[in-house]
């Protein structure tokens, strides 16, 4: 090796441990920072719940009738994309509802079961290792259609009836480990049906009570 000659190249010889140093912290500055493939992916979560499903009845006046709706098991399924501040998906639920109509045209004993269909656009806080609160929000559209055993309905009386539906959530969540949580969410719900009918001072919305418990699993990425 040879013997540096002069004072200045003493003195360059002295400053390369220091640059070697500055560039060893730099590297490892930006390995740091660049994200594993398992968290750069949005999560993609997917919730199964059943719940208990209490609405009020509602006067529906392309018929002319009351109708005296009963507690029913709700299903629903929801799948939503993570984002920074919680998460954007879609839900879609079912539930088989006992129905009594009652009217000046309708015949006595017209009861059975109709379809309550729903299908939202849902916002959700960001999940939580250990106990969590979560809160829910959904927009989109409820359906009534699917009548069961009910007597003497006309094909006008049996048609789809929809409404416009907001709805808010809130719960408390449990983790299962990583990936999986459990769910209890107590659900607020309001639809706007049709005003086609409706005389005067009656209302055309109708509020809706769901207490359910759920599963939740997340597909990588972060929480």
Known sequence: MAIPRTRRDRRQLALLPFLCASLAS???AQLIKVPSPSTARRPITLSISTGFLQTEGRVDGQSRTIWSLGE?????????VG????????????????????????????SGTIQLRQLLATFRTLEQMGPHQIVELGAGLSQWAADHDAAGLTAAERAARNAFTLVVGYG??????????????????TLWGPTEGLAAGQSRSQRQFVTRLGLRYRFGGDR
């Open 172 to 189: 408390i969540g449990f983790s299962l480990g990583t990936k999986a949580s459990l769910t209890l969410v107590q659900d607020y719900a």
């Open 72 to 80: 029913a098991a709700q299903h629903r399924v929801m799948v939503d």
């Open 83 to 110: 984002l920074r501040s919680g998460a954007l998906g879609l839900a879609a639920s079912t539930a088989q509802v006992p129905i009594i109509r009652r009217g000046e045209l309708t015949p006595s004993g017209s």
């Open 26 to 28: 730099v590297g490892e």
